[in-house]
């Protein structure tokens, strides 16, 4: 990777971030829910009852993004304003940070106001809980967990991706984490047949789950949080959590707020009890718009993390290749 190129990828991921912070997700056509509708049609065609067909269709739809990636980084081969272009538009459309902040900052709002109504309408727009018998309390500590993790699965992972593979890093993982959203559910329908897309969405969040709770120490206290909480309850409890990547985003938002997160969540294809993480007491409707503060500070650090780590791929990639010269 050349400086030019790198420099292209640097300069468009931080552009595709404001951009998201800017106008947030395109009202109408979003690429990623023509992709749901694309995805819908092929499970139609490959859905079967066992895990085979599932490995089909998540290597068909994310192989796929990642084919349109490669072929949009071909294209700025050599034209550095392309390839620039092309990264900012590719991440401006797979982050979600602006969209995550709008609706938790409005959740707090309406929790606040005492109009659980509104908020458990808005709650699916975070998450994919059952909110009709939830309460103030159930109605934050929901809120709170859906933004610590999707600030990890919609912001910390697409910007690492990017960093790391570019356009192809991009399309791919988002690719596979609306796949996870969609069919990998423990559900009687998709327990076998989603057991491939939830499996790699693991293994590509791996990382970026881990630099999210890394962040989110470093970031409690722009927000009035307790660095040494978060650090504390993400080593203490996230382990219990069953996501290997969920929990420790959770716990550290737990540890940076002071609050507990966990118990009983129920989800439309059934009941899970989630082990508790932090200590202190319930999170309330101050404590999702603190979540939020939290969420837009560890964006921008992860921002400024990834363009830093597109530039510097190429100078180790360059360092490389001269040792293997002389050598």
Not at 84 to 99: F, I, M, P, Q
Not at 134 to 155: H, K, M, P, W, Y
Request: net charge positive; aromatic share 4%.
């Amino acid at each position: 990777m050349s400086d030019v190129v790198s420099v292209a990828r640097a300069v468009g991921l931080l552009l595709g971030v404001a951009a998201d912070g800017t106008f947030g997700d395109p009202r109408r056509g979003h690429p990623v829910a023509g992709f749901g509708k694309v995805a819908e049609r092929v499970e139609r065609v490959l859905y079967r009852d066992h895990k085979l067909p599932g490995v089909v269709h998540v290597a068909v739809l994310g192989g796929g993004a990642v084919a349109l990636g490669v072929l949009a980084e071909r294209a700025g081969r050599g034209r550095p304003v392309v390839q620039t272009v092309t990264t900012a538009a590719a991440t401006w459309l797979v982050l979600g940070g602006r969209s995550l902040a709008v609706q938790g900052a409005a959740i707090g709002r309406e929790l606040d106001a005492g109009e659980l109504p509104a908020a458990r309408e808005r709650l699916p727009h975070l998450c994919g809980r059952d909110p009709a018998e939830l309460d103030a309390d159930g109605l934050a500590r929901a809120a709170v967990e859906s933004v610590a993790e999707n600030t990890s699965d919609a912001v910390v992972a697409p910007l690492v991706w990017g960093a790391v593979a570019g356009v192809p890093g991009l399309l791919g993982y988002r690719a596979v984490n609306t796949l996870d959203a969609m069919v990998g559910y423990r559900s009687p329908r998709y327990r076998r047949f989603g057991w491939a897309s939830a499996r790699l969405d693991d293994v590509v969040n791996l990382l970026p789950a881990r630099l999210a709770a890394v962040l989110t120490v470093v970031g409690a206290p722009v927000v009035g949080g307790s660095w040494r909480g978060a650090w504390q309850t993400w080593h203490r409890d996230a382990a219990a959590h069953p996501s290997p990547n969920a929990g420790r985003v959770e716990a550290a938002f737990a540890g940076a707020l002071e609050v507990r997160l966990g118990g009983r969540t129920v989800y439309p294809h059934g009941v899970e009890e989630r082990p508790v993480m932090g200590e202190g007491r319930m999170p309330d409707s101050g404590h999702v718009t603190r979540a939020v503060e939290l969420s837009r500070v560890v964006g921008g650090l992860t921002a400024v993390l990834a363009a830093l780590i597109a530039v510097s791929r190429s100078r180790h990639q360059r360092m490389s290749y001269r040792s293997s010269r002389t050598g």
